[in-house]
C-alpha cells in the first residue's frame, strides 16, 4: 500500500511539472538558435545553450558541440536537447582561435570563438615606499573566475625608475594559488618610481613602489572640511588636525596655502594659527577657477597645509583637493540603456546631487523631441517631474517611426542632455527588457524583470551571462522573469532575451545588472594583546573556514602615511569586471552627428558578448543619413571634443629630522639592560597555514618601535 502511495505520489509530480513546463514533441525542428560566449577562457567549465522549435513551440533532438582548431577537433559532446538545454564542456587549455560547430537534426551551422586566459592574477608588496638597503617583499596570488586558487607559472619582472630591468624570476604559485619573491635593494639605487610586473600568459599585474631616501613621518597631518565643495563666492572652512603615529597631539604652527586651478596653479590666499592637536582655518573666497566641461563645469582647489612641530621645528605636509562648483545643484539624466525600442516604454532616471554627490530634491523640467528617418522632428512632450531622494524615474513611450531621440533637462542653473538611437527591425517588432526589482541585488536573492513587447508574446528565451560564461538559462511563457541569485552573478551580469516570430526574425534585447557579493571566504584575525611593550611575545590568531593558507602582512602605521597600497576584495571584484566583462557597451555622452546607427538583433547579441548560430533571421542594423545640416530646431553646432587637463603636482621630501641632543651619562657602573635595536618597517610578512577546523596561530616578539 505503501508502494502504490508512492507511485501515486510522484505520478501527481510528474502531472504538475508537465502543466507547466509542456513536454516539446519529439520532432525534427524546424528552427534552431544556439548561443555562447564570443570570448571563452582556457580551461574553464563553459556552456552553449540551445533552443530548439517546431513552429512556435519547442522541439526535441540530439544536438552535438565541438570545437576545431586548425582543421582538427580538439572537442566534443552531445546532449538531448528538449526545448531549451545548454550543452556544458570544458575549455581547451590551448589559447586561440576556435572553430564551434553545431550539429542537430537536419542542421549544422558554426561561428567563430576566441579563447583566452581565464586566469585573474594579483600582486601586492609589503609596503609602498623603500629606503635604499632594504628588501621588496611581494605575494602573487592566481585565482580562476570563481575566485578559486588556480596554480600558474608567473613571470616576475623589476625596472628601476630609470627603465632598466634589474630583476626576472619565475615562479610557480602552490596549490593555494600563491607564490612570493623578494628583491634587496642596493645601497644606491636609482630613486624614483620602480615598477613591479606579473604576467601569466596573457594576463599581466603591475604595482609601482617608490625608492626614495626618506624617514618615516613622525606623525599624521588629517584636513576635515565643512563638505568637499564650495561655491566660487564662499570662504573656504575647515580643520587641521596632527597626531603622533603613538597617539599624542601635536603642538605646533599651522600653516595653510591656497591655490586656484586657472590654466595654471595660482597662489591666491594663505592661512597661519598655533595648533594645540588641531586649529580650525578659514580662506577668502576664491572668486573663480577654471571649470572643466568633463566634470559639469566645476574646477579644483588645492590646500598645502603645513603642521611644524613647536619643540624641533620639524614639518609635516599634505595636501587636500577640493570642488568650486558653479552651483549647488548636479543635474544628471540617464537613459536605462543605449537603445530605445519604438512603441515601448523607455525610462529615464534623474538624479539631482549636491556636487559631492549627495542627494538634494529638486524639480526638473524635462523635454524629450523624437526624430524621424528624415531627421525631422515627430513629436515633443514636456513634464515636470519633483526628485525624491535626489532621484526621479520618469518612463515615455517613443513613437514607432521614431529613430533617435533628444532629452533636455533643467533645473535652476543646472542642466543636462542626451541623445539616444533606436533599435531596428524589418517588421516593426521588438521586445524591451526592465528591471523591476527594487533595492540593490544581493547574492542569495531573487531578481525580476519585465519583458514588453510590440507583439502579443509566445515564448521568451533568456540567458544570464557573468565571468564570460552562461550561468542560467531558461524560457517563459509570460511577460516576467524571475531567478534566483547566485555568487557566480556577482559583481555583474547581463540578462539577454530573446523571442523567435513566426516571420522566423528574431527579436532581442539585453539588460546589465550589478549583484552585491559577500566575502566568498570569511577571516579573522587577532592578537592576544592589544597593547605590548618591545621584546614582549605575542600570538596572533587566525580564524578561516576550513584548512586554509592566509598572508599575514604587519607594517608600521607611519609607512601608510606615506601611501597606500593593501590588495581588498574591491580589487578582485574589479578584476573580475576588467576581464569577464569584455566586450562591453559603454554609454558615451552622444554628439549630433550627420548618421544615425540604428542597431538591429544582430548587434544586440554582440554588444552582449555572445556569438549566434541560427537559420532563424537575424536582422542587421540600419543607417539613415542626414541630407542636410541647415534649419531646423534640432541643429547642433560643432563638435566639442573634450580634453581633460591632468596636472602633475610633486611631493615635497620629507626633511631629515634633527637629532635629540645626547643625553648626560652617569659614571658607575649600571644594571646591564636590553638594548632596543628592532625597528621594522615591516614586522611580519609570512604564511600561515591553518588547521583542519580553521584555526591558526603564529607566535612573534613585538618590536622595539613605539607605533600602531
Known sequence: MLRKLTL????????????????????????????????????????????????????????EVSLHKGGEQVLREKEFVSGKETIEFQVPSQPGQYDLVLSGPGFEDKAQVQVAEGLLLFLETDKPIYKPGQQIQARVITL?????????????EVLDAKGIKVARQELETDEYGMGHFSLPLSTEPNLGTWKITASAGEQKAQVDVRVEKYVLPKYEVKVELVREWFLPHEAIEG?????????????????VTALRYVGQWEEFASFTADMDGQAAFEIPAVGYVAGVPGERGMGNVQLEVVVQEKATGYEEKTTRLLTIAPSELSL??????????????????????????????????????????????????????????????????PPTNAIALEANAWSGEAYA???????????????HVEQVSTGPLMVGGKAEFKV??????????????????????????????????TPLMAPSSKLLVYQILPNSEVAADWLPFDVRGDYPHHLSASFSSDEVAPADELDIQVEAEGQSRVGLAVVDRSVYILAENRLNLQQVFEELERLYMEPQVELHEAQWMPTIFTPGARETFEQAGVVVLTNSKLPTGK????????GGDMDRGPVVVEKEVIVEMKAAEAPMATPAPAAYAPTGLAEVQRVRQFFPETWIWATLDTEPDGSGKLSVVAPDTITT
Not at 510528474?14 to 516539446?24: D, K, N, Q
Not at 521568451?460 to 542560467?472: A, I, N, T
Not at 539613415?624 to 541647415?630: F, I, K, P
Request: proline letters at 7%.
Open 8 to 63: 501515486l505520489v510522484l505520478l501527481m509530480a510528474v502531472l504538475a511539472a508537465c502543466a507547466r513546463y509542456p513536454i516539446p514533441t519529439p520532432v525534427a525542428p524546424s528552427a534552431y538558435l544556439a548561443m555562447a560566449p564570443a570570448r571563452m577562457y582556457a580551461g574553464e567549465r563553459q556552456a552553449v545553450s540551445v533552443s530548439l522549435l517546431a513552429g512556435e513551440r519547442p522541439a526535441a533532438g540530439w544536438v
Open 144 to 156: 580562476d573566475s570563481e575566485l578559486l586558487p588556480k596554480p600558474a607559472t608567473v613571470t616576475i
Open 239 to 255: 580643520t587641521v588636525a596632527a597626531e603622533y603615529s603613538f597617539g599624542k597631539k601635536v603642538v605646533g604652527e599651522l600653516v
Open 332 to 397: 544628471q539624466l540617464i537613459p536605462e540603456g543605449t537603445t530605445f525600442k519604438p512603441g515601448l516604454p523607455f525610462s529615464f532616471l534623474l538624479v539631482t546631487e549636491t556636487p559631492d554627490n549627495q542627494p538634494l530634491d529638486a524639480e526638473v523640467e524635462l523635454s524629450i523631441a523624437y526624430l524621424d528617418k528624415d531627421f525631422q522632428q515627430l513629436d515633443q512632450e514636456t513634464q515636470r517631474v519633483q526628485t525624491e531622494k535626489g532621484k526621479a524615474l520618469v518612463t515615455v513611450t
Open 417 to 431: 542632455w542626451k541623445m539616444v538611437q533606436a533599435g531596428y527591425s524589418p517588421s516593426g517588432h521588438f521586445i
Open 452 to 485: 514588453h513587447s510590440t507583439r502579443e508574446a509566445a515564448t521568451f528565451y533568456y540567458e544570464v551571462l557573468s565571468r564570460g560564461r552562461v550561468v542560467f538559462t531558461d524560457y517563459t511563457r509570460s511577460d516576467t522573469i524571475s531567478f534566483q541569485l
Open 623 to 630: 543607417e539613415y543619413e542626414r541630407t542636410g545640416w541647415g
